[in-house]
């Protein structure tokens, strides 16, 4: 029990820095922004919460994949979780598909979504390949854009027009948290091994 700690902490502080550099990317390019003044602490142009919330996201996703392997009687071994280099492969190629849906000058809701679906769906291919792994991010998927959606429309921050398509979020949302899922989940597959 104390391995799981340690790794659910680790979970919540590399979620806790690692989410608030891809949302930097968010506030930088005016994909989202916060509203000023209305939260007490601010980082950067970042509330107090964002880490916090991404730093329970990362140990959500990175505890509960191997514990749903287990319950699915699916081996945690994926090609993603091979060495210490794949992983962070992983988180990286993550944080590249974030930037993507920030920087990347094509239309959301058209190209921009193919292109980060593809992208995706690569990382599931390259790092994961097990259908289990596939469910689990489209859960992923759907547990994190219906947050995000709730998050939006009580007023915690906003999606900037054009990129607010999909019920006040990005229609690619669903998409950034599969390549979230693979590269986290198959973290903490790694350091449960």
């Not at 939260?39 to 509960?64: D, E, N, Q």
Request: overall charge positive; hydrophobic content about 55%.
């Amino acid at each position: 029990m104390p391995c799981r700690f340690k790794n659910a902490v680790f979970l919540f502080l590399l979620g806790a820095v690692v989410g608030p550099i891809g949302d930097s990317f968010h506030v930088l390019s005016h994909t989202t922004a916060y509203p000023q003044g209305v939260f007490a602490f601010y980082i950067w142009r970042l509330p107090f919460w964002v880490p916090l919330i991404f730093g329970v996201a990362g140990m959500a996703v990175g505890l509960s994949h191997p514990q749903i392997d287990r319950w699915l009687k699916v081996p945690s071994e994926r090609p993603g979780t091979r060495s210490a280099g794949l992983v962070t492969f992983g988180i990286l190629a993550f944080l590249g598909i974030y930037a993507m849906t920030a920087f990347v000058p094509l239309r959301s809701g058209g190209s921009l979504d193919v292109l980060i679906a593809i992208s995706a769906l690569a990382v599931w291919l390259l790092l994961d390949r097990k259908a289990e792994g596939l469910l689990l991010a489209a859960m992923t998927a759907l547990v994190g854009t219906g947050t995000e959606i709730l998050l939006v429309h009580v007023g915690a921050f906003s999606y900037l027009p054009p990129k607010n398509s999909l019920f006040g979020v990005g229609s690619w949302l669903p998409w950034l948290y599969v390549a979230a899922s693979v590269s986290v989940g198959n973290l903490g597959r790694y350091l449960e091994s």
